[in-house]
């Protein structure tokens, strides 16, 4: 197969492959040919074979798993709506456990969670600003892992005061139908409105070990508070998502007002 010879040819072997992948010509799960079988096809070196690939798992299309090769990603972009994810019957449709299990079932994906830290603990000072904590008022920690059809896709750990955590029954590992907002609804403390800020930064050491991520990948980090009817923040919350694993998706009505006209 002959590239253009005025174009990085790195970059035509990526845009192939990329074709490749979206069509199915290279299937979900499955590794990529050998780099010496790519530049025999394509007429190049294995360096700029390599340098191709690069790309792709910059991009999240592949990623290198040892005794594998470089296998094509085994699952697609989840698309996370923010403005439906909270609403309780997002978080109860079709039995599941919160806003994370609507999201990965309704894409014909298995949802699975691990906690991996459950305890009471001195939260970070931003948490203890924004839940209103007392010195040295201390906070339920749930740290977890989160995984669709056994990929990992998502790190939430989420601060929520003591006492409420108590009351609400959210210090068990299982948290029942609808997940903690369910619970804390159940105690009268159900949040009425949230915020999200969202930046892409560089991964920590854990999220790029929990991720596989290359050094050219970053994660989403977002930082979202519930709140109370009342104005209080019951609910901290730091999720890490990898940038391509993850489509951020907002909608919402025009705002309109009587005799107004549109600039």
Do not use: C
């Not at 001195?122 to 339920?140: F, I, M, R, V, Y």
């Not at 050491?205 to 009817?229: D, G, N, R, T, Y």
């Amino acid at each position: 197969m002959s590239l253009e010879a005025s174009k990085s040819q790195y970059r035509q072997v990526a845009d192939l492959l990329r074709v490749g992948i979206e069509s199915g010509d290279y299937s979900p799960g499955t590794p990529l040919p050998p780099e010496p079988d790519l530049a025999a096809r394509f007429g190049v070196s294995r360096v700029t074979i390599n340098r191709a690939v690069q790309l792709l798992r910059g991009e999240g299309l592949v990623k290198v798993l040892r005794g594998r090769g470089t296998v094509v990603r085994a699952i697609p972009a989840i698309r996370r709506n923010s403005n439906r994810r909270y609403e309780r019957a997002s978080r109860e449709e079709g039995g599941g456990r919160g806003a994370f299990d609507f999201e990965i079932t309704r894409l014909g994906l298995k949802p699975r969670t691990e906690v991996v830290q459950l305890e009471a603990v001195q939260p970070p000072p931003q948490a203890t600003e924004l839940l209103n904590l007392g010195e040295g008022e201390k906070t339920l920690i749930r740290k977890r892992r989160m995984f669709a059809s056994d990929e990992p896709v998502l790190l939430a750990t989420s601060y929520i005061p003591w006492a409420i955590a108590e009351e609400a029954g959210v210090t068990n590992i299982d948290t029942g139908p609808g997940g903690t907002y369910s619970r804390l609804a159940d105690i009268g403390l159900g949040p009425v409105r949230f915020s999200e800020d969202i930046r892409a930064r560089i991964p920590t050491s854990e999220e790029e070990a929990f991720f596989s991520l290359s050094e050219a990948q970053q994660v989403f980090e977002i930082i979202h508070v519930a709140w109370l009817e009342d104005g209080r923040a019951v609910e901290y919350r730091i999720d890490a998502l990898p940038t391509f694993q993850w489509i951020m998706h907002f909608e919402w009505d025009a705002e309109t007002t009587q005799g107004s006209t549109p600039s």
